[in-house]
């Protein structure tokens, strides 16, 4: 039995559901599903939802307890509080849930994870770590202005390893970090650093576990830089083009831009997570914005520059952004 674990507040309630969603609709095998959350009575009709498919065995949602708790540096930022709850998992977590996979709401399955979730808990086990995950940027010892640039985390957290990994798809062994009592070290941890941490939750783990850990395959973790510039242009190489949908089993939105962003729906990948939303909600687009006078400033500019024949239903994500805007 595959066991994830999610971690969000009342702004992710849709991405969460779509994420969940294209998890159970992508396996072979049931699922435990468990969920902390700041407001869990606003996600109990997408819980609603969830609970009619055939492979999920068990969904659990629990209420997390802010009382007397801190989470640095959050202020004003894309992010939540609730990106530090994994924090809390062996609170919330049922006793007999050996092992878990913590997974962003922003990501998307696109494949089955039964063999992955097995071959990789597998090699947790025989490389006797906590946790599985994937290495984000390795520390350079060049001397150009870019490899300074990568080393900046490195130094800025004075990390002993040359590694630092990505935080949104975590197998964890639940047992030996409840042995090694990893949720007091890491609040200890977060004390201990608490003014240099620039990557929330994601900063206090490397720091914890420093390279300790087994190496999570790429494909269950892949990044997605949404590079929209502000004149909706797209910056870098096309992704889409070294994405392969084969192989590829979990899709990782990361950064500030989203696919359920104006910007972000011009970006050829956000359609692996528009594409899950209409199977769920039968709605060709999702947008929404904590800032509304961002997206419609996004979205004049988009229609100035004639970017709206990039979009392929460009009718239906006019009609979903004005139900957005008048909301």
Known sequence: MQNYLYCFDS????????????????NTEQLNIYI???????????????????NLNELKLYNFNSDNKSFPNIEKTHVSEATYYRFYLNQYLPEYVK??????????????????????????NEENFIISVRTEKNKLQGRNVNELKENNDFDRLGLKSD????AGVMLIDVEKWNLENVHKNLLETQMMIEEKILFWDQDVLNFFFDGNYSELDKNLN?????????????????????????????LHYSGKSKPWTVKGVLHPDSNFYH?????????????????????????????????????KRPISFILNFLRYLIK
């Open 222 to 250: 892949y990044d997605i830089s949404i590079n929209i510039n502000n004149e909706m242009e797209y910056e870098g190489d096309k992704t889409s083009i070294q994405i392969n949908e084969k192989k590829v089993k979990l």
């Open 11 to 26: 702004n992710y309630n849709i991405q969460a559901t779509c994420s969940m969603y294209s998890l159970l609709t992508n």
């Open 36 to 54: 902390i959350h700041k407001e869990p009575n606003t996600f109990r009709k997408y819980q609603k939802k969830l609970e009619k498919l055939n």
């Open 275 to 311: 594409n899950v939303y209409f199977e769920l909600f039968r709605k060709r687009y999702h947008i929404q914005n904590n800032w509304k006078k961002l997206a419609f400033k996004q979205f004049l500019t988009l229609l100035s520059r004639n970017k709206i024949k990039n979009i």
């Open 99 to 124: 092992e878990v996979m913590y997974i962003d709401a922003d990501i998307v399955c696109i494949n089955d994870l039964a063999i992955s979730y097995r071959e990789s808990l597998k090699k947790l």
């Open 163 to 166: 590694k630092y990994f990505n």
